[in-house]
């Protein structure tokens, strides 16, 4: 427990010094990269290749982005060695998929990927009852359902078990009810997720 999870997660990063990082979107994950942003000197990023656990298939520019979400908050503000950008790893979604993963398959695993948690359940766009949930041999498949606008990209399981450290980001007291089914068991998909570490950063309100 923290009491500021933007903050708590800014420490982090900044102690991790992370080779390179898959970014995530929601109103957490601006707020801690907005936070980065005014510690921008902690993080040697010129050194750092950005990824994207995954992304709404719509134009980089719309609101609904997440890599436009972190170019805003803090992509355009610091000189990152890479963006691997999701929405234009190619023309369709299901082509941008497959480059995508054949992109991820090809590198190092991810140092650090940043997750939050849907009141759902759900994270990264892994959601409850939905096809993603079962691949075994891919690390990024298309993804969605009729609960969430946009059709998805998304890294699956396997991909966050590479990773060597997955964080979660949960703030809020709208997220005390999933982040409850999931220190509970449920069978929800962010309390399927493994990796070499997995930490949760979770303020009081989320915890009730």
Same mark, same amino acid.
């Given at each position: ?13 900044? &102690? !991790?010094?992370? &080779? $390179?990082?898959?970014?995530s979107?929601g109103?957490?994950? *601006?707020e $801690?990269?907005?936070?980065?942003r005014? *510690?921008?000197? @902690?993080v040697a990023?010129?050194? %750092?290749d950005?990824?994207?656990?995954? !992304?709404?298939?719509?134009p980089v520019? @719309?609101?609904?982005?997440? !890599?436009?979400?972190?170019?805003? @908050? ?10 691997h950008?999701m929405?234009?790893?190619?023309? $369709? ?13 090809? %590198?190092?695993?991810?140092?650090? %990927? ?10 990264? $766009? ?29 890294f699956?399981?396997?991909a ?7 964080v979660?980001? =949960? ?10 089914r999931?220190r ?7 309390a399927?997720?493994? &990796? ?5 950063l =979770?303020d009081?309100?989320a915890?009730g």
């Amino acid at each position: 427990m923290v009491d500021d999870v933007p903050a708590a997660f800014t420490d982090l990063v900044a &102690a !991790e010094a992370p &080779a $390179s990082i898959a970014f995530s979107g929601g109103d957490t994950a *601006r707020e $801690s990269y907005e936070h980065l942003r005014t *510690r921008r000197d @902690a993080v040697a990023w010129d050194a %750092v290749d950005v990824w994207f656990g995954d !992304e709404r298939w719509v134009p980089v520019e @719309a609101p609904d982005s997440n !890599e436009g979400m972190a170019r805003a @908050a803090l992509l355009d503000h610091v000189p990152v060695r890479a963006v691997h950008s999701m929405r234009h790893a190619a023309d $369709s979604i299901d082509a941008a998929a497959a480059a995508y993963d054949a992109e991820v398959a090809g %590198v190092p695993p991810i140092d650090l %990927v940043h997750l939050g948690l849907g009141p759902d359940g759900h994270t990264a $766009s892994l959601f409850p009852g939905t096809p993603a949930l079962a691949v075994d041999d891919r690390l990024v498949v298309p993804n969605g359902d009729d609960l969430h606008p946009h059709p998805r990209l998304t890294f699956t399981f396997p991909a966050l078990a590479r990773a060597r450290l997955v964080v979660f980001t =949960v703030a809020g007291d709208d997220k005390r009810d999933a982040l409850a089914r999931v220190r509970a068991g449920e069978d929800l998909p962010a309390a399927h997720v493994d &990796a070499e570490r997995v930490v949760w950063l =979770v303020d009081p309100a989320a915890l009730g």
